[in-house]
């Protein structure tokens, strides 16, 4: 037990510790810059995959397998920015930002009024037969898209929805984008979807949603202009047609299976 105890003390010095310390700073402040982008995931499995290779490259028997990772590790290095380059861009920008790196958030205002102001704006949208698409931001972030339409940044409340989709307004031809409790942008492009569906009623906004949906785990709403019904999707299965309950439904769970996301809005 001595001889155990001395060899850690041995291996294990203050300076260990500041290396430790430093390696996870390192890691933790590239994971919260590149936060809110699509290259997160990718960024932990590139992670992942380098803890892998370290490992089997401290095998000392490995030796043509240790050839190719020293032999490699230099166009890795080059490769790296030219793959990164969008969200490395957004992340020297980001740097400045105190509450990116110290967790600073605004004062939210509660998930159950935010549902509340949602699903008034869909219902009167429905009604009215005003097309519309809101798409709610979940892990994997909507940056790219964001960065590509016009910035809000505002309270969520049932007049601004209403008011981006109402017909000849400047914003009504694309989605929403909601992260959080805030509308980021409005007017976004989204992908469509390239299956074909079976309901010839479902237009644009329908392969819209879908398509996001298929790219990410966001949640869509869709207001038909054609119908006036309200439709919901996600993981690129689509929901309809939603009466009030069935939304209501949709997005508290929506919300509170994401507690960890949504930190600082309280339900009320």
Known sequence: MDNFLGLASQLFTWQSALDILLVTLVLYTLLRLFAGTQAVQLLRGLLIIFLI???????????AFSWLVRTSSLAILIALPVIFQPELRRALERVGRT??????QRRNTGYSVIVSEVIAACQRMATQKIGAIIVFEDRVGLEMYVEKSV???????????????????????????????RVVAAASVLPLTQRILPDATLGTRHRAALGITEDTDALALV?????GSISAAWHGGLARPL???????????FYE????????IETI
């Open 223 to 227: 207001v038909s202009e054609e119908t």
């Open 99 to 104: 509450d990116v790196l110290f967790g600073r």
């Open 257 to 264: 299976a994401r507690r960890d996301l949504f930190e600082g």
């Open 151 to 181: 910035i809000i940044d505002a309270a969520i409340n049932r007049e601004l929805l209403i008011t981006i989709f109402y017909p000849g307004t400047p914003l009504h031809d694309g989605a929403v984008l909601i992260r959080k409790d």
């Open 53 to 63: 290779i370290a490992l089997l490259s401290s095998f000392s028997g490995l030796i």
């Open 243 to 253: 009466d009030e309950k069935r939304l209501r439904r949709i997005l508290e769970r």
